[in-house]
Every structure is written in structure tokens, then in C-alpha cells.
């Protein structure tokens, strides 16, 4: 039996590599935050349970963030990056690797692409694997339907190799096309640096472009 290929190793050493490449005080498409910001934001997820609730409890946000802070103060950016590089903590949730496998591939990516994306980035485009893409277009459902869960529009996603996903049902379609990479940008904020295409109605697309994809 083939055991599926894991990802989430691959894109922390990816993201990881981008950090040391990067400025710590060079911007993110997470403004205000810097590149150190977000190792900070990263490492907190990992390290951090009761300061990483504010992740996704927004009342608490202020925990992260001055938790963020202080760590930032703590710790050189080239320690944390190598903390980083480590992998998740034994008493870390993200140290099991279900949930490792389930949880950071994305993240990873993401971020990763956030600063590649930045604007005053000087990195090149990055060339997804077919393998990663596929992963990713498995996963696409799951995080589209949460951050559209606010659209009225009917939603359809379309690899540039024919392949769909119907999201949503609706009177007036939009059909969102793209690598599985690129719609997993659009999917989670990143709009202005997606290269994706949308095909619809001009109110619909309009409409859609207008929904609020925060999660």
C-alpha cells in the first residue's frame, strides 16, 4: 500500500526557507503586520494555546496580539525562524500527525505566499507541484464553502483543466477559475494577488467580489 505523500513538512521547510530570505521588517498581505509579525503569529499557533485563542475568538484577540508582541521582544527573528524550522512542539496538537497533515499544508502555503506576494517582494512566482495542486483542489470545498458561507451567489470552482466543484446552488452562477492554489488565495482574502478568473453575470461577479470572506 502507497502511503499518501505528506505535505505539511514540505510546506513548513518552504515557508521556513522564505522566512530566512525575507526582511523581518518587509511587508505581508497581513497589514499592519511585518514578516517578524507573522513568525510571531506563526510560532503562537503552534507553541501558545492560550494566547493562539485569540486566533479565533475575536474578543480575545488582544491576548494574541500583545502575546506577539512580547515574544517579538523576547526573541531574535533568526532564533524564532529556527524554532520554526523544528516543527511543532511534543505538546503541541500540531505535533500528531493527522492533525499536522490536516491543519498546517495550507496555512503554510498561505503564508508563505503572503510575503512572496508582498509588495515590495522581490520573489519570483513560485511553481506549484501537480501533486500539491491536487491536494489542495481536495481540500478547496471545505475552506470555500466557510468563507463564502456569506454569499447568496451561486458558486462553482473550475481547474484550468476542466475539472468543477458546485459549491453552491443558485439562480445566478459565478464560476471561479484557476489553479487550486490560486483559488485557495482567493478563497482566503487574498483577492488583489489571485490569479483567478471569474465568469458570471457583471452584478453577480460584482456582488461576489463585494462578500466578506473573513472566517
Known amino acids: 500500500m502507497v502511503r499518501p505523500m505528506a505535505f505539511a513538512p514540505i510546506e513548513r521547510e518552504h515557508l521556513c526557507d522564505v522566512l530566512d530570505q ?5 511587508a505581508t498581505l497581513c497589514p499592519p503586520w ?19 485563542i485569540g486566533l479565533v ?12 508582541q512580547s515574544l517579538r521582544a523576547e526573541m531574535s527573528y533568526g532564533a524564532l525562524v529556527g524554532l520554526l524550522r523544528q516543527g511543532p512542539p511534543k505538546h503541541s496538537l500540531f505535533a500528531l500527525p493527522a492533525a499536522d497533515e490536516q491543519a498546517n499544508p495550507m ?22 507541484s501537480p501533486e500539491f495542486q491536487d491536494y489542495l483542489w481536495r481540500r478547496l470545498p471545505g475552506v470555500a464553502r466557510l468563507t463564502f458561507r456569506r454569499s447568496t451567489i451561486g458558486l462553482v470552482l473550475e481547474r484550468p483543466n476542466g475539472k468543477l466543484i458546485q459549491l453552491r446552488p443558485g439562480a445566478s452562477i459565478v464560476t471561479l ?8 488565495l482567493y478563497a482566503y482574502g487574498r483577492r488583489e494577488v489571485a490569479a483567478v478568473e471569474l465568469i458570471g453575470e457583471p452584478d453577480s ?11
Open 177 to 184: 477559475i484557476g489553479e487550486p492554489s490560486e483559488l485557495l
Open 22 to 26: 525575507a526582511d523581518p521588517e518587509g
Open 34 to 52: 511585518r514578516v517578524h509579525d507573522l513568525a510571531c503569529h506563526l510560532w503562537i499557533r503552534e507553541n501558545d494555546p492560550s494566547a493562539a
Open 107 to 128: 496555512e503554510y502555503f498561505t503564508h508563505a505566499e503572503d510575503i512572496r506576494r508582498a509588495p515590495d517582494s522581490t520573489f519570483e512566482r513560485r511553481q506549484v
Open 205 to 215: 461577479v460584482l456582488r461576489l467580489e463585494q462578500v466578506d470572506l473573513g472566517i
Open 57 to 68: 475568538v475575536k474578543s480575545l484577540a488582544g491576548r494574541t496580539e500583545a502575546r506577539m
